[in-house]
Nanobody, 127 residues
Framework: QVQLVESAGGSVQPGGSLRLSCQASGGASSINTWAWFRQPPGKEREFVVA????????NYADAAKGRFTISRDRIKNTVHLQMNNLNTLDTAVYYC????????????????????WGQGTLVTVSS
């Protein structure tokens, strides 16, 4: 059974950077689309970014464009999320997600399209 484990989040000041990682195990080579979602305090979970394992196609939410970068390591079955210029609105629990399906770019933001989820890691942006 596939398991996704996120790296620890943390607390950063506005304008700071943070890198999250998510490693898959137990059949991890079957993951063909990776994604990051987040859930801000008191709000619903929202899409952040996704990447297709094969060709590296990506889809970024507007809030992430220009500040966040997703990358994947196909050998290590790991995906990374580099977050720069963080602001208080980025405070959330971040979830890694994966699926064996290779979603087209337009379908990547749909949370119901992912079969595997990490436990979530808290990112706090505060001065």
């Amino acid at each position: 059974q596939v398991q996704l484990v996120e790296s620890a989040g943390g607390s950063v000041q506005p304008g700071g950077s943070l890198r999250l990682s998510c490693q898959a195990s137990g059949g991890a080579s079957s993951i063909n689309t990776w994604a990051w979602f987040r859930q801000p305090p008191g709000k619903e979970r929202e899409f952040v970014v996704a990447i297709r394992r094969g060709d590296g196609s990506t889809n970024y939410a507007d809030a992430a464009k220009g500040r966040f970068t997703i990358s994947r390591d196909r050998i290590k079955n790991t995906v990374h999320l580099q977050m720069n210029n963080l602001n208080t609105l980025d405070t959330a629990v971040y979830y890694c997600a994966g699926t064996s399906r290779s979603w087209i770019v337009s379908a990547m933001p749909r949370s119901e399209g992912y079969d595997y989820w990490g436990q979530g890691t808290l990112v706090t942006v505060s001065s």
